[in-house]
């Protein structure tokens, strides 16, 4: 049981990475199209990288006699309305991101994680004292990382702050939506979202955006990067991964795609945070991590 957890814990931080570089391919998918087309491409590849995952797990509730698992209507309607709330984060971060470096990007789309416990209270769900504490120490980083010293703060930053709300609600909606689901069911919703998303905001990218397939060419490796690894192969290995993760260690885990997202820019993108931004960043990933260790059973 000890090896399952360990190569849990293993697999969760694989994906941390693959989520934390993708900050990188999002930002690079700019300099050749649109964000609106970034996104429509990469999420309908992301929805195509699910569907072997989908055959294989129905073929072993088949086998196992699982049932059919929930009515096709339920799972696309779940899918319409996830789906909607997604192409509003994910298009928030990827046009704030053209104003914003990877690393910040990152780091601000994490508060998601302190912002879904709070969010929690409109629906009667109870905060302890750590998702305050983690609250306040986020809310101190980002002021440090994003507001300058003339009380402004970047266009791109506000936009990345917008799209961390509706991450938090994508969050909590799903965790409406998802119970009563089986894995097949909630990779299918999964897999639905992503046709919403990607329906979405290729519409979006037809009406406000220049498509060529220049641009579509010159964008390729980002694109396969954000659809293939962050969307399809990442969220698999999360699936994988928290079968055996205990969920507060999946939780802090997931929060170091923020610090990935620093690193794979300093290094991919020479993107250098200021000492002021630095403490903003511990600050805030202290809070992501405190927020995460609240109301947990004595050993």
């Not at 799972?75 to 704030?96: K, T």
């Not at 885990?253 to 000492?275: C, H, K, Q, R």
Request: aromatic share 8%.
């Amino acid at each position: 049981m000890l090896a399952h957890k360990i190569k849990a814990d293993g697999l969760l931080m694989l994906t941390a990475l693959i989520w934390g570089a993708a900050f990188v391919a999002q930002r690079l998918g700019m300099d050749h199209v649109g964000p609106f087309t970034f996104n429509g491409v990469r999420f309908a590849l992301g929805a195509l990288a699910l569907q072997p995952l989908i055959w294989k797990m129905q073929q072993t509730r088949a086998r196992e006699g699982g049932g059919s698992g929930l009515a096709t209507r339920r799972i696309i309607l779940c899918g319409l309305a996830a789906g909607c709330v997604l192409f509003a984060g994910a298009a928030l971060q990827q046009v704030g991101i053209v104003y914003t470096t990877a690393g910040k990007a990152g780091f601000i789309t994490g508060l998601y994680v302190v912002m879904v416990p709070l969010f929690g209270l409109a629906l009667g769900q109870r905060a302890g004292a750590s998702t305050w504490m983690g609250a306040l120490a986020a809310a101190a980083g980002l002021y440090l990382l994003s507001v300058n010293e003339d009380f402004s703060i970047a266009y791109g930053d506000v936009l990345e702050l917008i799209g961390a709300v509706f991450w938090a609600g994508h969050v909590l909606l799903i965790g409406k939506l998802s119970p009563g689901m089986d894995g097949v069911d909630a990779v299918k919703l999964a897999a639905a979202q992503f046709v919403v998303c990607a329906g979405l905001s290729l519409g979006a990218g037809v009406c406000t955006e220049s498509i060529t397939l220049a641009g579509l060419s010159g964008a390729a490796v980002p694109i396969l990067y954000g659809g293939l690894m962050s969307v399809g192969v990442a969220y698999t290995l999360q699936v994988v991964a928290q079968r055996d993760a205990d969920p507060a260690h999946a939780a802090i885990i997931l929060s170091l795609e923020a610090v990935f997202a620093a690193v794979t820019g300093y290094f991919v993108l020479d993107e250098v945070l200021s000492p002021r931004a630095m403490l903003g960043c511990g600050l805030m990933l202290g809070g992501m991590l405190i927020s995460q260790l609240k109301q947990q059973p004595a050993a």
